[in-house]
């Protein structure tokens, strides 16, 4: 094989590879935020959950990575709770909502601070709509 199609087949697995590592981050944050738990992820989860202490699918690194992918190109944000945890977030305004509503009806003390930043979160991206 010539080095040029080992590069390009090199090139080709690794975006193959990003793309898979990136499509189940934003899976992972959707799955472990709303319903019983807060409308936005713990990032130490979500990564626990794709790296699993060295016998998950996925690299610290290549989370790392997606993770900034992820905001960069507004499919996430990242945001710090009142306990100083990093917390993950779709970064849809409707999702946010439902998640919200979904945690409130399930849950008998709702994790206001979390809530107090998704709500806010939503009215930033109310505001990027009406500009």
């Not at 019983?36 to 699918?57: D, E, N």
């Not at 399930?106 to 930043?117: H, N, S, T």
Request: charged residues 35%; proline residues 2%; neutral net charge.
């Amino acid at each position: 094989m010539s080095l040029q199609k080992e590069h390009d087949q090199t090139e080709a697995q690794w975006r193959k590879r990003s793309k898979e590592v990136y499509e189940a981050l934003i899976r992972a944050v959707d799955h472990n935020s709303g319903h019983c738990q807060p409308p936005l992820a713990k990032k130490s989860s979500v990564i626990g959950t794709l790296h699993g202490a060295g016998y998950g699918r996925y690299g610290l690194e290549e989370l790392r990575k997606a993770i900034r992918a992820a905001c960069r190109n507004g499919d996430l944000f990242e945001v710090e709770d009142d306990e100083g945890r990093t917390r993950l977030g779709i970064n849809d305004r409707w999702k946010l909502r439902e998640k919200i509503e979904t945690n409130l009806s399930r849950v008998d003390e709702p994790r206001a601070d979390v809530i107090g930043l998704a709500n806010q979160r939503i009215q930033q991206l109310r505001g990027d709509d009406d500009e």
